[in-house]
């Protein structure tokens, strides 16, 4: 008798696990782990750290999905893990589209409204890879019901990123 492995997903930044629900996870014991609100000040690191108390299998297989995916990476550094999958995601700051690192560097992301961010727009659309109508208000659902506190947290984390190590799988 073999014991199934667990496996702990990470959605990404603006998609909750509803991102999920046309995958097939063929009967593994799945557990989402959900965003929660980051302390004043606190760093991927440390909300890593934080996330990777909520993890209690030995060894887990983890799956991160974009920024998700960045966070995974920091509780992998952490953590004995059997697997690290990132599915559209970075694994180091080399890897960070140079679009968003000038955004970055320019600081744009502070002077937008984090209101912005919680309605479709094209822009979103692209960002996201939408194609179907189905997505589409799958995304508008999922922005709508996004914290923009943890939006704007989550864009200056992602384009201040330090990460140089390369996941070990």
Do not use: C
């Amino acid at each position: 008798m073999s014991i199934m492995k667990k496996v702990y997903v990470i959605s990404g930044l603006g998609v909750d696990k509803r991102v999920f629900n046309n995958i097939d996870f063929n009967g593994l014991d799945v557990e989402y782990l959900e965003w929660f609100t980051p302390h004043r000040g606190e760093s991927i690191e440390q909300y890593a750290a934080r996330m990777a108390q909520m993890i209690h299998t030995d060894n887990p297989i983890i799956i991160g999905l974009s920024f998700g995916g960045m966070v995974a990476i920091e509780i992998t550094k952490l953590i004995a893990y059997d697997k690290l999958i990132l599915l559209a995601s970075a694994k180091t700051r080399y890897e960070i589209p140079a679009l968003y690192k000038l955004f970055g560097r320019l600081k744009l992301y502070k002077i937008i409204p984090p209101s912005l961010f919680k309605y479709y727009n094209p822009v979103l659309g692209w960002l996201f890879g939408i194609h179907t109508p189905e997505d589409k208000r799958l995304l508008k659902e999922i922005l709508r019901d996004t914290d923009s506190l943890f939006m704007t947290w989550a864009i200056n984390e992602i384009v201040t990123w330090n990460n140089s190590q390369e996941p070990i799988n």
